[in-house]
């Protein structure tokens, strides 16, 4: 799913492309209600330039991976959507918390993916009964680990289930959508930082 969104960025020499990455693939999940109320969100925010966003919604329920028998520091086969997290300037992680932690399915899409994520930003919006906190502090080092910015703003959504309207949406309060949208000005900032950097000083590797 792709999508076209403004974003606070300064005008650059083509658009930004963020890549929201919805990781529970559980029967009856949450994470595309709120998967969608993301990239509605990013096309809401505001602009004073002609630069744009186009959002790449990566639903792992949807994605095969490479039996992990393959999987080797540095090689392994090229999976199916390597090509689209390669071509991504910055990533929207939501993931459930699940047993004080994120999913075994986002890790495994972490896991088949190395360079690709290298000198990328990423924002977090997690969710489960207290907020998902733990597994947002989870995916910070192993991001870190990666050599990926993690934003400072990220986004707990404490029982996400109880604020779907009757057509199955997300649909939280106004604050809820602020912080939101704050988290994702800060990762459009980082985008066009980082972006800059890996073209013009790319780093040694």
Not at 124 to 129: H, L, P
Not at 184 to 201: F, G, I, M
């Amino acid at each position: 799913m792709s999508t076209r969104a403004h974003s606070t960025i300064p005008s650059t020499s083509r658009d930004t492309r963020v890549a929201v990455i919805s990781a529970s693939i559980r029967d009856g999940r949450i994470g595309p209600a709120i998967a969608q109320w993301v990239t509605t969100t990013v096309s809401q925010i505001d602009t004073t330039t002609d630069a744009g966003v186009e959002v790449d919604l990566i639903d792992l329920a949807n994605v095969v991976l490479p039996d992990d028998s393959q999987l080797y520091p540095g090689g392994g086969p090229r999976s199916e959507v390597a090509a689209r997290i390669e071509a991504a300037d910055a990533f929207v992680l939501g993931t459930p918390e699940y047993n004080h932690s994120y999913p075994a399915s986002l890790k495994r899409l972490i896991d088949w993916h190395y360079r690709e994520w290298m000198l990328k930003p990423a924002a977090i919006v997690a969710y489960g009964v207290h907020g998902g906190h733990a597994a947002i502090e989870h995916l910070r080092g192993v991001l870190a680990e990666l050599n990926m910015v993690t934003t400072r703003r990220v986004l707990g959504l404490p029982e996400p289930w109880k604020t779907l309207n009757a057509g199955g949406r997300f649909a939280p309060d106004e604050g809820t959508t602020r912080r939101l949208a704050g988290m994702l000005a800060e990762l459009a900032w980082w985008a066009d930082v980082l972006t800059e950097a890996r073209t013009s000083r790319p780093f040694p590797r």
